[in-house]
């Protein structure tokens, strides 16, 4: 359950594409684990290819 009195935050989820290019989406959430299921949910290529994710920082 989403603890709705939790500020969002901006987050950066980086991940790699088939030839090696890392690529970058941004979404705000509550935490990381918001965001990187919000960046499988919006983006095709992370919702086939979960393990593509590098890093999701948090930009405070």
Do not use: W
Not at 5 to 10: D, E, F, H, T, W
Not at 20 to 32: K, R, S
Not at 46 to 55: F, Q, T, V
């Amino acid at each position: 359950m989403i603890n709705q009195n939790l500020p969002l935050k901006p987050y950066t989820v980086h991940y790699k594409d088939l030839q090696n290019i890392v690529l970058e989406n941004c979404f705000y959430a509550f935490d990381a684990y918001e965001a990187r299921k919000m960046a499988m949910q919006f983006n095709s290529y992370i919702k086939e290819h979960p393990n593509s994710i590098m890093l999701i920082r948090g930009e405070f």
